[in-house]
């Protein structure tokens, strides 16, 4: 014989469980993107330190990322790995952008420090 009650008491926490999880998992997908466009925007501003240190020594930016070296150095976005994209109008400018729209910097500038 069934036990309703034991039923109806079974499905009240199969639904407080969805509801609990229909809560949590969108906040941790907020924040696990926040992080990600953290650390992309890290390594951006590690590239333009970079590249202002080579600037000093040669008078000029870098034409390809290889170019610099460093430790801390990575030239990809940490959310698929693609490579940023250096645009470079001449020798004495640059522009180096994530490609999943993260950020870019420019000349020690960077997009989300803009005011």
Same mark, same amino acid.
């Given at each position: 014989?069934?036990?309703?009650?034991?039923?109806?008491?079974?499905?009240?926490?199969?639904?407080?469980? %969805?509801?609990?999880?229909?809560? %949590?998992?969108? /906040?941790?997908?907020?924040?696990? !993107? @926040?992080?990600?466009? $953290?650390?992309?925007?890290?390594?951006?501003?590690?590239?333009?330190?970079? $590249?202002?240190?080579?600037?000093? $020594?040669?008078?000029?930016? %870098?034409? *390809?990322?290889?170019?610099? +070296?460093? =430790?801390?150095?990575?030239?990809?976005?940490?959310?698929? =790995? @693609?490579?940023?994209?250096?645009?470079?109008?001449?020798?004495? &400018?640059?522009?180096? +952008?994530?490609?999943?729209? &993260? /950020?870019? %910097? @420019? *000349?020690?500038?960077? +997009?989300?420090? !803009?005011?």
């Amino acid at each position: 014989m069934l036990n309703w009650s034991a039923v109806r008491k079974l499905l009240i926490v199969i639904l407080a469980l %969805v509801l609990v999880a229909i809560i %949590v998992i969108p /906040g941790y997908k907020t924040k696990k !993107q @926040s992080e990600i466009r $953290q650390v992309c925007q890290w390594r951006l501003e590690q590239m333009a330190k970079a $590249q202002e240190k080579y600037f000093a $020594q040669y008078g000029r930016y %870098v034409s *390809e990322l290889t170019e610099i +070296s460093g =430790d801390s150095l990575n030239f990809t976005c940490p959310l698929n =790995d @693609s490579p940023f994209i250096l645009d470079m109008p001449d020798s004495t &400018h640059y522009k180096l +952008s994530c490609p999943n729209r &993260h /950020g870019w %910097v @420019s *000349e020690e500038r960077a +997009s989300w420090k !803009q005011e």
